[in-house]
């Protein structure tokens, strides 16, 4: 029989934004399972990348298909039922609710009824689990708003999961936090990868190097150099881009 289709395919992908080529003919392939890392100077096309998976934005050129599903054309919510989820550099949580009862509102945009019938029984085992897993279980009943900038991103996070997506979408999520707070987060990313596929933006250096096996160095809207973390480090035109300017 044909070969299973990879969980993220994008084919000869092209944005335009007034005549200007932010994506100039990408090709991506995500299997499942993978923790892949996406790189690349400002302006080489990471958000728009992430805009067009998302729905936001529509590709002029190219194919987009999510376990063989084609996503262009898709508006946003229909993309998120099929499966795909993303975290903003701006923070979506509730800062008067308090952990539990953010993560258990976002686990109610999927499955609004099931959430409901369970509640009465108190929270729910996805909601316990996404506690557990993003190390947020003693802070449950805490506001959000008393939380650290690292804690915060881990309850976004958790509140994606528990919308049970295949592919999650992270972008910068490492921006801004401590070594202590960037070290749990590698952790979290990896434990997260065992059951979900995932694609983090970021620019850390050194958070690339301890966690990321596959990158994808993008720049000025095409894909530069693919491969493992060392390989793509050692690239002299990975080294151009970054340092030859
Ligand atoms: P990155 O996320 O890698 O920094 P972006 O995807 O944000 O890059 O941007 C890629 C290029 O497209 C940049 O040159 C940016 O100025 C341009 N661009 C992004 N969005 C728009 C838009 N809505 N209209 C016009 N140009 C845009």
Redesign the pocket.
């Known amino acids: 029989g044909a070969r299973a289709p990879a969980l993220l395919e994008i084919r000869e992908l092209e944005v335009v ?2 005549g ?1 080529k ?1 994506v100039d003919g990408i090709d991506l392939t995500v299997e499942q399972g993978e923790l892949r890392f996406l790189i ?1 100077p ?8 992430l805009d067009v998976v998302t729905g936001l934005t529509r590709p002029s050129m190219g194919s987009v298909t999510f376990a063989g599903t084609s996503l262009v054309g898709r508006p946003e919510h229909r993309i998120v039922r099929l499966g795909i989820g993303r975290t903003f550099q701006t923070s979506v949580v509730f800062e008067e609710l308090t952990v539990v009862e953010n993560i258990d509102l976002a686990a109610s945009f999927r499955r609004p009824l099931v959430t409901l019938l369970r509640r009465r029984r108190g929270v729910s085992d996805v909601v316990a689990a996404a506690l557990e897993r993003t190390g947020l279980a003693d802070l449950a009943d805490r506001p959000a708003r008393v939380l650290s900038h690292g804690q915060r991103q881990w309850l976004e996070i958790g509140m994606l999961i528990v919308q049970g997506p295949r592919l999650l979408l992270l972008d910068e999520p490492v921006a801004g936090m401590s070594r202590a707070e960037r070290e749990r987060t590698g952790e979290l990313l990896t434990e997260i990868a065992r059951d979900h596929t995932v694609i983090v933006v970021e620019h850390d250096m050194e958070f690339l190097r301890r966690y990321a096996s596959q990158v994808t160095v ?1 720049h000025e ?1 095409t894909v530069l150099v693919e491969g493992d973390v060392a390989t793509v480090q050692d690239d002299p035109r990975v080294q151009e881009v970054y340092l030859g300017r």
């Open positions: 934004f007034n200007f932010a690349g400002n302006g080489a096309g990471k958000t728009t990348l993008l809207g």
